[in-house]
């Protein structure tokens, strides 16, 4: 794992290094919020070990900054302060999980594992849609219906990952050119038309359903029964 920690205590510092790297993972230090933020930013890791009292600023505004700027990377705080008021604060600032010093090392370790785990898991969970008897897998880029795994080409895949986004809401031909193709063209062509008509065949051949319905003069709408 690539890990950044942001800790201005030089012993904590180098204790945490020793214990992450003995277990194989790679490890960026900053000893104050302002490097923090800027690794935080800049490099992508898998978690993120905080301090709260930093020389130039408090752990928990750094969080909640991080945040705001949309990085979702873990966050494990490690800090002095036994306060439950404190704790809740940095869970409710956006900390996955909050240690208090000194600690046990062994424990440091099982809740990076049990942290990083869990952003594994919700993670995957994000790269996977569904609807009824369709199934997309966005990492692997395949798509099933009925368990069974169906050939689509990139232009076929990127429209039914689309539609499946955005199931259940009439969807215009405007914005499936705009935000499948990219391009804007005469949507009076029969361009798009043919694409839902492959993807229908496709489907067809494995569902009873059709799933995909022509919304008069509005657009497509792919219909799921589902309760996401």
Not at 51 to 65: H, I, K, T, V
Not at 127 to 135: F, H, T, V
Request: aromatic share 6%; hydrophobic share 35%; proline share 2%.
């Amino acid at each position: 794992m690539n890990v950044l920690v942001i800790e201005d205590d030089p012993s904590v510092r180098t204790l945490v290094r020793a214990v992450l790297e003995h277990n194989n993972n790679e490890v960026h230090l900053a000893d104050n919020a302002t490097k923090g933020k800027e690794l935080a930013l800049e490099t992508e890791h898998d978690i993120i070990i905080l301090d709260l009292g930093l020389p130039d600023g408090n752990g928990l505004e750094l969080c909640e900054s991080l945040r705001s700027q949309d990085v979702d990377t873990p966050i494990l705080i490690l800090s002095a302060k036994h306060e439950t008021d404190v704790k809740v604060k940095g869970l409710n600032t956006g900390a996955d999980d909050y240690l208090t010093k000194p600690f046990n090392t062994e424990e440091l370790m099982a809740r990076i594992e049990a942290i990083t785990r869990r952003s594994r898991e919700s993670f995957a969970k994000k790269q996977e849609l569904s609807c009824g008897e369709l199934y997309v897998n966005l990492i692997e880029r395949k798509f099933r219906v009925n368990d069974e795994e169906v050939s689509l080409t990139n232009n076929e895949f990127n429209l039914m990952v689309y539609l499946m986004r955005n199931k259940n809401r009439t969807i215009s031909q405007d914005e499936l050119a705009k935000n499948v193709w990219d391009i804007h063209f005469d949507t009076q062509t029969n361009y798009i038309n043919v694409y839902i008509s492959y993807l229908r065949k496709k489907i067809r051949g494995h569902a009873e359903n059709d799933y995909i319905e022509t919304v008069r003069k509005k657009g497509f709408i792919l219909r799921c029964n589902d309760k996401e």
